[in-house]
């Protein structure tokens, strides 16, 4: 009986050893899956590496009909970018406060892969969703280093139009 019990005890030391190496394997798998999550397939299948920007500047235009805010680096390349329309909204809806933070929202996520952390904001336009954009951009949890207004203003340049008749 206790050649029996040795057997038993040596198969279940194997059975264990073989749940070791296998654990081993799925950290194997995880570490892989992690080294992978720094390469990204473009439209024509081929895969390139993220590159890591940990700076970078974000330009909101705001209109009266959309928002469009746009992510790059310091040399001005585009990351990503996104806007209401792009986000789903439609007619009216695109021009609102709730749109532009829905912008942004969705422009973090991408902005994650590229390890971006700190920003430079302009923002252009007289649009209702500017001011949003900017405070979901601050809630995102981007450091935003400096702030300008890019919104062009004409210096009595061209002629106006006449007045209406009404």
Known sequence: MSEEKKQST???EEKKGEAVKASDDS????SATKKQSKYFRTAKGKRRAVKQVPKGLAYIQSSLNNTIVTITDVNGNVLCWSSSGNCGFRGPKKA???AAGKVVEKLATKAQQYGVKELSVFTKGI????DAAV???NAQGFNITSMRETTPVPHNGCRA???RRV
């Open 127 to 130: 649009g209702n969703g500017r």
């Open 27 to 30: 950290t194997s798998k995880e």
């Open 10 to 12: 040596a198969e279940s």
């Open 96 to 98: 609102t406060p709730y």
């Open 161 to 163: 139009r006449r007045p």
């Open 135 to 137: 405070r979901s951009l």
